[in-house]
C-alpha cells in the first residue's frame, strides 16, 4: 500500500507536485504517516461484529500482544534530551468526578483496551486510552500495537477500542479504527523511537439483541443476519470523547517530572513468574528518568524511563503528567513501548517510552483534526 504523508494541517500533499517554496511543508508531510484501518461505515460494523458475535467470543480468547519475555534487556544511558520547541499542553476533557479523600488511585474513564489480529491472525491486544480531539474521537496507544511490526505490512486487521473492557464486556461500547496516524520513522524504518500512535475511531456501535422478524423484514435488513430470520441489532454509541472523556497531551516536557502510568499487564517476567493476569488495569507511580536511555537492537536513543515492575500487555498504556485523581484526568505525555531488567534478575523494573516532542505534537495534531463518523443510523440499521 502506498501511505499517505500529511503536514501537521492535516491536507494532503502530492509528492512530485511540490514547488522549492513548499520544501519546509513537505519535511512537515514527511513526518506523519496515516494508514487506512476500516474503509467505511459497513467496513466497521463487520469488524465491531466479529468483535462481538457469541457473547464476545472474540475478545475474551484474545491475548496480550508482546515479544518473547527473554528479550527483555537493560537500557542504556544516553545523557539528557534537549527538546525540539517550547513546551505545549493541550488540555483535557471529561466530567469524571470522585468525592471523599479515596486513598486508592481512581482508573480513569478512558483507559481500555485496543484488540486487534496480528500477522498470523492471532486475537491479540494492547493497553490505551482516549485522549482529546476535536471530534472527541480518538485514541493513544503504542506505534507497535497499531502498525505490523512483526508481518512488515500495514495495520494491524479488525483494530477496535474498548474503553473499560471487563472479561468479555463494552460498557460504552465496541470504537473501531478508521485512520492511524504514525510518525514516518516508525512506521517505515520501525524505530522505536517513534513508537506512538493516534487513531481515529467511528462512534461506538452497542449490539442490543437478536430478534425474529419477518420475511419482509429480514430481506430489508442492513445488518449481521442469521438462520430462522433472526437480525443483529444495534444502536449508536456515540462519540468516544462524549461518553469517557479524553485525556490531555504534554510534549517538550522536562524529564524527571512525576507521572502515573496505567494498563493491562500480562505476561510473564522473563523468570517465568506471572503476577498479573491482565484482567484489571494497574498502575505506576515516579518520576521519569532525568536521563534519556537507549537499546540499539531497536534503533532507540531517546526514551525516557521509569520504575515500573509491570509485564507486557502494559503496552501502548498512557504515562499522565499531572494526573487528578479526583478528575480522573491529566496529560499523555508518554506510552509504554519497552519492558527492561536494570538489575539482572530476569525481572521486568523498568519500562519506557519515547521522548514527546514538537515531531510527537504533529503527529497528533494531523488525527485530532481528523473525523470519522457513524456506523449505526437513526432507525438503528447500519450504514454502508
Not at 481528523?370 to 450504514?383: D, M, R
Request: charged fraction near 20%; proline fraction near 6%.
Amino acid at each position: 500500500m502506498k501511505r499517505i504523508f500529511l503536514p501537521a494541517g492535516g491536507a494532503i500533499l502530492a509528492t512530485g507536485l511540490l514547488a522549492a517554496g513548499l520544501s519546509g511543508t513537505a519535511q512537515a508531510a514527511r513526518d506523519i504517516a496515516s494508514d487506512p484501518m476500516a474503509r467505511n461505515a459497513g467496513d466497521a460494523a463487520s469488524i465491531a461484529t466479529f468483535w462481538w458475535k457469541s457473547n464476545g467470543a472474540a475478545l475474551r480468547q484474545a491475548s496480550a500482544y508482546y515479544w518473547d519475555s527473554k528479550e527483555v534487556k537493560k537500557l542504556v544511558s544516553k545523557g539528557g534530551y534537549t527538546p525540539d520547541g517550547n513546551p505545549g499542553m493541550v488540555a483535557p476533557t471529561g466530567n469524571s468526578t470522585s468525592t471523599g479523600k479515596a486513598q486508592n488511585v481512581n482508573i480513569p474513564r478512558t483507559i481500555g483496551k485496543v484488540f486487534f489480529l496480528d500477522a498470523s491472525g492471532r486475537p491479540r491486544w494492547c493497553s490505551a486510552t482516549s485522549i482529546q480531539g476535536n471530534y472527541k474521537n480518538l485514541v493513544a496507544t503504542a506505534g507497535h500495537c497499531v502498525y505490523d511490526t512483526d508481518g512488515n505490512a500495514d495495520t494491524m486487521s479488525k483494530w477496535v477500542f474498548v474503553p473499560g473492557y471487563y472479561q468479555g464486556k463494552t460498557p460504552w461500547g465496541i470504537y473501531v479504527g478508521k485512520q492511524a496516524f504514525t510518525h514516518y520513522d516508525f512506521d517505515v524504518y520501525e524505530d522505536y523511537d517513534r513508537d506512538y500512535a493516534f487513531v481515529t475511531v467511528y462512534n461506538g456501535i452497542r449490539f442490543t439483541g437478536v430478534k425474529q422478524v419477518d420475511g419482509r423484514d429480514y430481506d430489508r435488513f442492513v445488518g449481521p443476519k442469521f438462520g430462522g430470520r433472526y437480525i443483529l441489532l444495534s444502536e449508536d454509541a456515540g462519540r468516544l470523547g462524549d461518553n469517557v472523556g479524553g485525556q490531555g497531551l504534554a510534549y517538550n516536557q522536562p524529564t524527571g517530572k512525576i507521572v502515573r502510568t496505567f494498563g493491562y499487564p500480562y505476561a510473564p517476567h522473563p523468570d517465568g513468574s506471572k503476577p498479573y493476569t491482565g484482567v484489571t488495569p494497574k498502575n505506576c507511580y515516579g518520576k521519569t528518568s532525568a536521563k534519556t536511555v537507549g537499546a540499539p537492537d531497536k534503533k532507540i536513543e531517546e526514551h525516557v524511563a521509569l520504575k515500573c515492575p509491570v509485564t507486557p500487555g502494559y503496552d501502548g498504556g498512557p504515562w499522565l503528567l499531572n494526573y487528578s485523581n479526583a478528575k480522573r484526568l491529566g496529560y499523555v505525555n508518554g506510552v509504554t513501548s519497552t519492558f527492561n531488567d536494570q538489575d539482572g534478575n530476569d525481572r521486568v523494573d523498568y519500562i519506557s517510552s519515547p521522548y514527546f516532542d514538537g515531531e510527537t505534537a504533529a503527529v497528533y495534531n494531523a488525527a485530532k483534526n481528523t473525523a470519522s463518523g457513524k456506523i449505526v443510523g437513526p432507525n438503528g440499521e447500519l450504514l454502508k
